[in-house]
């Protein structure tokens, strides 16, 4: 069984994708855990990292063809945003996922996580999100923006992690049947 699990940073898709690997019993796979080592290994900060890889599609392309690999073996939960993509244009079998929050709500929960001012943050996530929009439009042809590839769109603003999942969870028993899902 593959699970993509998309969404912008602080829309709760980590938190989402920690629950579902526990109950499933899946390994969770992370973009962002992939990009954040490679720029660590480079001595580079998040920011500095994204404006190297505006100008570099090297970096995406090795970083993404790691993901597309683990897709392609299955039995995981993908992260990253463009998990979904790279499972629609690879025809994969995959139930894919979109978590959405509002601006501000992602805002303060990176904030939260890395004790910043939730402002800047706001203003970051922004830089962060034309960055990547930008890149994998120039890369990929794929509009962040566009979420008609997804199976299922779930918004955190007004649901608990536990929510998510429970209704994750309820849609996977109805794709795959009672078998997919531990009980």
């Known amino acids: ?38 720029a660590s290994a480079r001595g ?35 992260e990253g945003r463009l998990a979904g993509f790279f499972a629609h244009t690879e025809g994969l079998d995959a139930l894919k996922i979109w978590v959405t929050a509002s601006d501000e709500t992602r805002a303060r929960r990176v904030a939260g996580r890395e004790q910043r001012d939730w402002q800047t943050v706001l203003q970051l996530n922004g830089d962060r999100h034309r960055s990547d929009a930008k890149r994998y439009r120039e890369i990929y042809g794929f509009d962040l923006d566009d979420i008609s590839l997804y199976d299922l769109i779930l918004h955190s603003d007004s649901h608990t992690p536990e929510e998510l999942a429970a209704t994750v969870l309820a849609h996977l028993t109805e794709r795959y049947g009672r078998t997919a899902v531990p009980q």
């Open 44 to 78: 580079l900060s998040l920011e500095a990292f994204n404006a190297l890889a505006e100008r570099d599609h090297r970096i995406d392309r090795a970083l993404d063809a790691e993901m597309v690999q683990y897709a392609r073996r299955g039995d995981c939960i993908l």
């Open 1 to 38: 069984m593959l699970i993509t699990i998309s969404g912008l940073p602080g829309s709760g898709k980590t938190t989402l994708a920690r629950l579902l690997g526990k109950r499933l019993g899946l390994p969770h796979v992370y973009a962002g855990d992939l990009f954040r080592q490679e």
